[in-house]
Each structure stands twice: as C-alpha cells, then as structure tokens.
C-alpha cells in the first residue's frame, strides 16, 4: 500500500471515530447520562493531535477493548456465583456464602476471586502424546472467538465498537462460527479418543443449531431492511400510546422467531437441556476431559462470554435492543436498558438450566432438522405475509392481518409437534 492510501484509510478510521464519540439523531432525554461514555471518549482522544488519525483510531479501539473486557469480564466472574447460588436456591440448599476478603463477606459474592486464584495455581496437565501447541491455543481462541462478537453490539444510542459497520450481523455470526473450530482443535489435540468423539458431538449439535438461529435472524433484517444491528434496533422505536413499545416480540412472527432463537441459543452455547458435550455424567467431561487448572477455566469463560454474546444479540433483534418498555421512561440512558435486558435473557439461561432436564443425542438433532428448522422456515414466509399486508387500513383488516398471521406461526408447530411426537408415547416411570 502507497502513502496516499493508508492515509486514507486512517481517515476512513478517524470518521469512524467520529461518528462513535459524537452524538446524532434526536437528543435523548438526558443528554449528560446518555452521551457520557462517548463524551468521556471524545475528551480523551481530543488530546492527541487532529492529524494524527492512526492514534486516535489506535486510542479508541483500545479503550473500547478495555471497557468491553473490564465490564463483560466483571458479568462473567460475577454470573457464575449468581448461578451457583440460584441453582442451591432451586434445588433448596445454600450457594457459595463463605469466602470472605479482610474479614468481610458479601453474601458469598467474593467467590469468582476465589475461583480465579485456585484455577491460576492449579496444575497444568498436559497428555505427553498430546499437540502442546493446539492442546494451550484451543481455549484462548475459544475465548478470543467468543469476544468477537462484542465489537458489533448496540450496547446504547451512541455506544458501539464498530458503529461504522454495515453488514454486523454478518460479522457476528461469522465469529461465532470460528468458535467450531476451538472446540475440535481442543478435541483432536487431546490425541484421547473420549475428546475426540466428544468434539465431533459437540461439532454436530452445534452446526445443527446455527441454522434456525441464521434463519430467524433473516426476518428482522427483512423489516429493517438493514444487516447493521443499530438500523434493527432504530427500526423497532416507538410505542403505541406511548406504552407498547415496537418491539419485534410484540408481532406474530418476531414472537415466534424469538422461542426459536432462544431454543437455539441454548443448544449453541451449550447450556441444559443441550450441554451433551459436557455431560460429565455420560460422557466423562466431553472434549475438555484432558484439560484442567486455568485452561479448563478458560472454556467456560468463552462459553459465558458466547452466552452473553448471542443474548446481546437477541436483545438488538427481538427486544429492542436499547429502546425504552416505555415513552415516559427515556430518561434512564440507553445503555442501562440494553444491559438490563441482557441480564435478564442470561438469568432466564439460568432457570432452564434449574428446570429442564438433558436431552438425548438422538431427540437433539431432531428438534433441530424436523422442528426449529422447518419452524424457522415458515416465519420467513410469515414475515413476507406481514409485511406486504402493512398497508391494510382498519381495525378489521388489521384484525385479519393478525389472525392470519397467528395461523401461519400456530398451525405448523402444532402440525410439526404432533408429527415429532407420534410413536413416542408419554414415559411411564414404575418402582421394580
């Protein structure tokens, strides 16, 4: 590349940077509160020189990588206490509520540092016939892989990595893909033959789900016309008198594809009833049966990292990502709401894992090929219906419009459930 063109190029990255440290659109209610993270940004990055746009472009990214890992790596540490101690309350015992710092216990909420020093200190065992390289690469890149996905997420109305990217949803589930290959390195560099097959589960369940999880993600791009994951968060704005906001949920075919999405969220991240590659009780402890200490640890970071990830995408597709429930509650920053969603969808991952049991190999993939996928399907041809009857006026019509639309979504799951369920009679569980 000449002088001329990485000059601009830093100048493509310098209105980048503009376009993510200055506000536009309409001023939010609270322009302090909402604007102050790009404000703090654009105050740091105005002491460096106005032609010097690769440092700029260098300091913005930096600080963006800084406080995506700072707060998604505090969520994670503080997740996984929050979920062993709702898991003892589901189950009626006591969490973690011992370890104290200084002498002070905060409800047991000091155990992720606990956790974190004993894995750092553990030892690290590694197979003497073993790949060294790909047994220490595969959970770092489980966890860079899984980190991706941050930089594209509408996190508020002014606060996204890379908000000059158009085509985010392509770029989110591209990342998300590489994860696969984590896994099997993980599996195959093991040189154990219970890895191996337990990664090429894990391989088979989690190509079968990313399908449904692309499909019902077509749907809102349709209605926002847009692969940019700030255009289908604006795209949902508004309310109906002021209270029902325009969520995607709230429409027949965004209900639908938000049960799909969420099915399929738990099978990619692994989460119960879908984590049969790391069902310890039938198949030792799946791909990661030779890894222990910080490794170990690494794997499960990259899988809440991935959860969190895949539920700040269902947030901007489904539930409006950074858009207030309501008019009269604009003045809470964007942010606060995008946050407050995602924390909410994980808490939900949390209870399922509480409730459901694990399914089988066999009645996994068959959810996923002869119902989630045909189910995905047909709310493309939903969406087309909804979108090309917008137009109809009236309280009847529209009326119509709903039932028809509620018929196309209802009918095939109903269909698609009776067919999946014929043969399979309910278990009868008896006393020898």
Not at 319 to 343: D, H, I, N, R
Not at 359 to 382: E, G, H, I
Request: charge should be neutral; include cysteine; hydrophobic fraction near 55%.
């Amino acid at each position: 590349m000449t002088v001329d063109s990485y000059t601009a190029l830093a100048k493509h990255f310098a209105a980048i940077v503009a376009e993510t440290t200055t506000p536009t659109g309409a001023a939010a209610p609270a322009p302090f509160l909402e604007t102050l993270p790009a404000d703090v940004l654009n105050w740091v990055v105005n002491f460096l020189p106005d032609d010097a746009h690769w440092l700029r472009w260098f300091l913005t990214s930096i600080v963006a990588i800084v406080a995506i890992l700072t707060v998604f790596g505090l969520t994670f540490a503080f997740l996984t206490v929050t979920e062993r101690k709702l898991l003892g309350r589901f189950q009626n015992r006591y969490g973690p509520n011992r370890v104290r710092i200084f002498g002070v216990r905060v409800f047991g909420f000091f155990q992720p540092f606990a956790d974190a020093v004993k894995a750092l200190t553990k030892e690290d065992i590694v197979p003497t016939a073993a790949d060294k390289v790909l047994h220490l690469a595969a959970p770092a890149a489980t966890v860079a892989f899984s980190l991706l996905g941050f930089a594209v997420l509408p996190y508020g109305r002014h606060l996204t990595a890379l908000a000059g990217m158009d085509a985010a949803l392509l770029y989110f589930f591209a990342a998300g893909a590489a994860s696969e290959l984590a896994i099997f390195m993980a599996g195959w560099s093991s040189l154990n033959k219970y890895s191996l097959i337990a990664a090429m589960r894990a391989l088979a369940q989690l190509i079968s789900y990313e399908l449904p999880l692309l499909l019902v993600a077509v749907p809102a791009v349709m209605v926002a016309g847009t692969l940019s994951l700030s255009g289908i968060v604006e795209a949902q704005g508004g309310w109906l008198g002021g209270v029902v906001p325009h969520w995607n949920i709230f429409t027949p075919w965004g209900f639908a594809g938000a049960i799909i999405f969420y099915i399929a969220a738990l099978a990619e991240c692994n989460r119960c009833p879908f984590d049969l590659p790391e069902g310890e009780s039938e198949i030792i402890a799946g791909y990661l049966t030779e890894y222990s200490g910080f490794k170990y640890a690494l794997f499960f970071m990259g899988e809440y990292f991935g959860m969190a990830a895949l539920s700040g995408l269902g947030v901007a597709l489904f539930l409006g990502g950074w858009q207030a429930p309501c008019e009269f509650l604009q003045f809470v920053p964007s942010y606060v709401w995008f946050y407050v969603k995602l924390v909410v969808v994980i808490l939900s991952f949390m209870w399922m894992r509480a409730t459901l049991l694990r399914l089988r190999m066999d009645q996994l993939m068959r959810l996923a090929w002869k119902c989630l996928v045909p189910l995905a399907l047909v709310n493309l041809a939903t969406v087309v219906f909804w979108e090309r009857t917008a137009g109809w006026d009236g309280p009847a019509l529209q009326a119509v419009r709903w039932l028809a639309a509620l018929a196309l979504v209802v009918v095939p799951f109903v269909l698609l459930g009776k067919t999946l369920s014929a043969g399979f009679g309910p278990r009868k569980y008896r006393y020898a």
